[in-house]
């Protein structure tokens, strides 16, 4: 793992998202590092203190959205391996 692999698990498991399949890390960690690379934490301070309540709401929409994307990757990946788990048991029975 190199050390952007590391940082990137450090953040995926702060979303309970350590249990992705390589190309769907792969996906993520590149989501994730956009995010980062946006600037739009820093954004969102500065607003914080300076932007109207307009620019507040809509950073504050802008970031519930992120969450619930995780949310879903999250839940997708859960259908996922439950998905693979059935379908390996109905080839053993």
Do not use: C, P
Request: no cysteine; glycine share 8%; hydrophobic share 40%.
């Amino acid at each position: 793992m190199t050390k952007d692999d590391i940082k990137a698990f450090g953040y995926l498991s702060s979303k309970h998202l350590e249990n992705l399949d390589s190309n769907s890390f792969e996906s993520v960690k590149h989501i994730s590092n956009q995010l980062a690379g946006s600037g739009l934490t820093q954004a969102g301070i500065a607003l914080g203190f300076t932007g109207n309540a307009a620019d507040r709401l809509s950073l504050n929409f802008q970031n519930a959205l992120v969450e619930q994307n995780w949310i879903i990757i999250r839940q997708n990946q859960e259908i996922i391996e439950l998905l693979k788990k059935n379908n390996d048991d109905g080839l053993t029975k």
